[in-house]
């Protein structure tokens, strides 16, 4: 079996799992047992979401998980399926593209798996993750990416965007620790009844120190540099218009979101796209 047909296999069990997945997830609206409080092992009092799939997540992570959902079933699949077209015809973009949006894939559902209130889904969530994860692998390792600043434009504005994701890296990595370093004797209200942060461990483990490395590989126009970049920027800009629409709904919710994240995303969700934009248009030779 070559790996073309093992590659798009694995898109396409991404395709129609993410699609059940979500789907469910945002129109399952039936209620359960409604809103209730809950203690937590910290003595905190937290309200459950009580209806649909995420009944038993608290209101502040069910209406950022539904949130999600619709982002992956009006963005990330689409996206997919495109950049899959794409990359079957060999375009440079394509192919990017698609490793890109199955990052974004990996992040979501490995925060799915290892965060979201045990539910039916259990199972799928860890077939997305393991997919994923794989599909991921498969297409990063493209021979294609080995020399792939000799695709982009002499005038492609690399220190820009180098210096973009640098600034990136250090600012969600500021936040992140000023939430965490502050709860380090007694665990914060924000933690709601989970156990530990999934979202911040991940970003701090991995999205920090990849921004950071592609920032100033970008600048040293190395290579790698631009594949780094080209996938931070791609990822970045479908996670982070996944968690503008989690602010949008858990404002809606009543849930207190603290100003700096309403500014700081939203504002990295529209640069994104502008760079994304950018980094697209400055691939010249689009055939591998």
């Known amino acids: 079996m070559s790996k073309k047909i093992i590659n ?40 459950l979401y009580g209806k649909g799939l995420y009944y038993n997540d608290s209101v502040s992570y069910a209406s950022q998980a539904r949130a999600q959902d619709i982002i992956t079933l009006i963005v990330g699949i689409p996206l997919l399926i495109v950049s899959l077209y794409f990359s079957n015809k060999n375009s440079i973009r394509g192919k990017l593209l698609l490793t890109g949006t199955i990052g974004y894939f990996l992040y979501s ?18 077939a997305l993750m393991s997919l994923s994860f794989f599909c991921f692998i498969i297409n990063f390792s493209s021979p294609e990416f080995k020399d792939l600043k000799k695709y982009f434009k002499q005038n492609f504005p690399k220190k820009y965007i180098g210096i973009f994701l640098f600034i990136i890296g250090i600012i969600i990595c500021s936040m992140w620790l000023g939430l965490i370093i502050p709860s380090i004797k007694k665990a914060p209200v924000v933690l709601d009844h989970y156990t530990t942060f999934v979202i911040q461990a991940m970003d701090l483990g991995f999205i920090v120190p990849v921004s950071i490395l592609s920032g100033v590989l970008l600048i040293k126009n190395k290579s790698l540099g631009y594949l780094l970049a080209s996938l931070v920027i791609i990822k970045g800009t479908t996670l982070l218009l996944a968690v503008t629409m989690m602010i949008i709904f858990m404002i809606s919710t009543g849930v207190n979101v603290p100003m700096q994240e309403i500014i700081v995303f939203p504002l990295f969700a529209i640069l994104c796209i502008l760079n994304l934009f950018i980094l697209l248009k400055s691939i010249v030779n689009t055939k591998a």
């Open 109 to 126: 559902y490995t925060s799915y798996t290892f965060l979201v209130t045990y539910n039916k889904f259990f199972l799928i969530y860890t």
């Open 8 to 47: 798009n296999s694995l898109v396409i069990l991404i395709i129609v799992l993410s699609l059940f997945a979500s789907a469910y997830g945002f129109f399952s609206n039936d209620v359960v047992y409604g809103n209730r409080e809950v203690k937590t092992i910290n003595g905190d009092t937290v309200l």
